[in-house]
T-cell receptor
Framework: KNEVEQSPQNLTAQEGEFITINCSYSVGISALHWLQQHPGGGIVSLFM???GKKKHGRLIATINIQEKHSSLHITASHPRDSAVYICAVLNTGNQFYFGTGTSLTVIP | ETGVTQTPRHLVMGMTNKKSLKCEQH?????MYWYKQSAKKPLELMFVYNFKEQTENNSVPSRFSPECPNSSHLFLHLHTLQPEDSALYLCASSQPSGVYTQYFGPGTRLTVL
């Protein structure tokens, strides 16, 4: 069993829809990262958080440390949001664990 | 422009070849990372360097040999690879330790024939 589980694995949405991607983890963490990977491989770090909530443009990331759960929300989704979204956690022993990613396709 | 560059972007090599992947960062970071991404699998952290010292080696086979001559450059030397080593190899950098945001390079798509 992977230490980081993401759901859903695949997601298709209509342009404009509100999107939620979930991440659950089983280890104690010092930080959680949300990454975005576009076709072709390039990865961009979207958020790093250890508590509460962060917002950047149409993206919102939340984390609940007690429940070991984080969500990534995209408001007013757009085709350019189509990518793979990866959740990664850094545990208290400084080890990284990655989810398998959520593949998002936004249809115009 | 992410500030982290990788060369080459694509590499095809035979199992008996020796090649090297190069990563360079212009962000003033002191930590650099090599990751492997295989199809349908999570990202795998391979090596971590902090201030040019290797601090993590996640049971990576010896046919992969990292080198970090300074805080701005990271190499991954490859020799006698196997077809299952075909993957996307990503380099990243950050301020020391993983608590800080990592900045990724575009990756090298490696195919081993």
């Amino acid at each position: 069993k992977n230490e980081v589980e993401q759901s859903p694995q695949n997601l298709t949405a209509q342009e404009g829809e509100f999107i939620t991607i979930n991440c659950s983890y089983s280890v104690g963490i010092s930080a959680l990262h949300w990454l975005q990977q576009h076709p072709g491989g390039g990865i961009v770090s979207l958020f790093m958080l250890s508590s509460g909530k962060k917002k950047h443009g149409r993206l919102i990331a939340t984390i609940n440390i007690q429940e070991k759960h984080s969500s990534l929300h995209i408001t007013a989704s757009h085709p350019r949001d189509s990518a793979v979204y990866i959740c990664a956690v850094l545990n208290t022993g400084n080890q990284f664990y990655f989810g398998t990613g959520t593949s998002l396709t936004v249809i115009p | 422009e992410t500030g982290v560059t990788q060369t080459p972007r694509h590499l095809v090599m035979g199992m008996t070849n020796k090649k090297s992947l190069k990563c360079e960062q212009h962000l003033g970071h002191n930590a650099m990372y090599w990751y492997k991404q295989s199809a349908k699998k999570p990202l795998e952290l391979m090596f971590v360097y902090n201030f040019k010292e290797q601090t993590e080696n996640n049971s990576v086979p010896s046919r992969f040999s990292p080198e970090c001559p300074n805080s701005s450059h990271l190499f991954l030397h490859l020799h006698t690879l196997q077809p299952e080593d075909s993957a996307l190899y990503l380099c990243a950098s950050s301020q020391p330790s993983g608590v800080y945001t990592q900045y990724f390079g575009p990756g090298t798509r490696l195919t081993v024939l």
